[in-house]
């Protein structure tokens, strides 16, 4: 949909043992007017009974399956509730509610169906040096491969149409699926757009966020899901 | 003679399969129609397997062919591992079904309805930036 305003956003909030962050980010995102769908991704915690109490609907994973697959689940779920524009958004506290209507001015101003968060447009807060050179290698990674032109690849805050988010063939269950997401964005042809936005580290956002080996595995399920159909 | 016929007998199962395998996964197919066929010639010709093994460095050509095997079994080893990716993806797509299913959102809670009965859009963009916001600076 291209229009002047979105009259239904969904904002998708995947999360997994969250149940530390979970509560402040969804009361914020609640606050802000938004509609929040947590996909609970098999949580051995209590983060699904604390988000069913908050969140506008709570789709939980039987089996913990990863990030990327509970963000396909919750953008299926929103899709089916007639969103107009689809948010994705980390539950570990990283990103500010307040930068949404920054990415949905974006999507509407520059008549793009995907409006990218970046960390790097804006000043980053507390990024470690080793954080800096792997998102650095993963951006270099990502321009040679699909071509989009963007400066932070991995920043799960996220704008999106209903056209937009029905384009995507995602089928990477695990972190892979941000490199996923953007190869898809540009094989759809549609018109992106990047976005200035704060994250806050933080040492729970850190702990919990991607370690130095897991560039290794994304590496092999991006080779892996290239040689099978 | 009967080691060989053994063997060539593995190779052509090597070969169906891969065969089989061609519409999941060519690349697959190609990796072990190859090597199995140079199985084949080694198995065959064990005296070029000879010759090839000392210009590559190997001394004997039964290890030449013992590597080929080797060879076989990493091909058919990857192959597991995307078929065991791809038997994860359909427990996926049976987890996400069970989740939809048991979802149900609660209509008091969805914004856009309850704004609906007021037929106010939810969010509109204003001529300008909105208070407490910058101008648009996305690249």
Redesign the interface.
């Known amino acids: 949909m291209r229009d002047d305003h979105f009259s239904s956003t969904w904002v998708v909030c995947p999360a997994y043992n969250e149940s530390s962050a979970i509560v402040s980010v969804i009361t914020r995102l609640r606050q802000a007017g938004h509609d929040v769908v947590v996909v609970d991704d098999g949580s051995s915690d209590d983060t699904r009974q604390l988000a069913s109490t908050l969140a506008t609907a709570v789709v939980s994973h039987p089996v913990n399956l990863g990030q990327g697959a509970a963000l396909k689940t919750g953008i299926d779920f929103a899709l089916a509730q007639g969103a107009d524009v689809i948010v994705t958004f980390d539950t570990d506290g990283q990103h500010r509610d307040s930068d949404i209507p920054r990415l949905l001015d974006a999507l509407v101003r520059n008549q793009a169906d995907f409006a990218l968060g970046s960390r790097f447009l804006s000043e980053p807060l507390n990024m470690p040096r080793m954080r800096r050179i792997l998102l650095w290698g993963a951006t270099l990674f990502t321009v040679a491969t699909t071509g989009l032109r963007l400066t932070d690849t991995h920043n799960g805050l996220r704008a999106m149409t209903r056209r937009g988010a029905q384009a995507l063939r995602l089928r990477q269950n695990r972190m892979a699926h941000a490199s996923e997401l953007l190869a898809e964005i540009a094989r759809s042809q549609l018109r992106y757009v990047e976005v200035p936005v704060t994250i806050d580290y933080t040492t729970y956002s850190l702990a919990k966020g991607q370690r130095t080996g897991d560039f290794v595995m994304i590496l092999l399920d991006l080779l892996a899901g290239k040689l099978y159909r | 003679m009967i080691a060989q016929i053994a063997l060539s007998l593995l190779l052509g199962v090597v070969l169906l399969y891969a065969w089989a395998q061609y519409r ?2 060519p ?2 197919t190609v990796l072990s129609c190859a090597v199995s066929l140079i199985g084949f010639y080694f198995v065959w010709f064990p005296s070029h397997a000879t010759r090839v093994a000392e210009l590559v460095g190997i001394g004997r050509g039964a290890d030449l062919i013992l590597y080929v095997w080797a060879c076989i079994s990493l091909v058919v080893l ?1 192959n597991l ?2 078929k065991l ?2 038997q ?2 359909l ?2 797509q049976l ?2 079904s ?3 299913a ?5 209509p008091s ?4 309805l309850t ?2 009965q007021t037929s106010q ?5 204003a001529d300008g ?2 208070p ?2 910058t101008a ?4």
């Open positions: 999941r996964s690349i697959v990857l591992h995307l990716r791809t994860h993806e427990l996926t987890a996400r069970i989740a939809l048991n979802a149900t959102p609660d809670r969805i914004s856009s704004e609906a859009p939810r969010y509109r963009l930036p909105r407490g916001q648009d600076q996305s690249a």
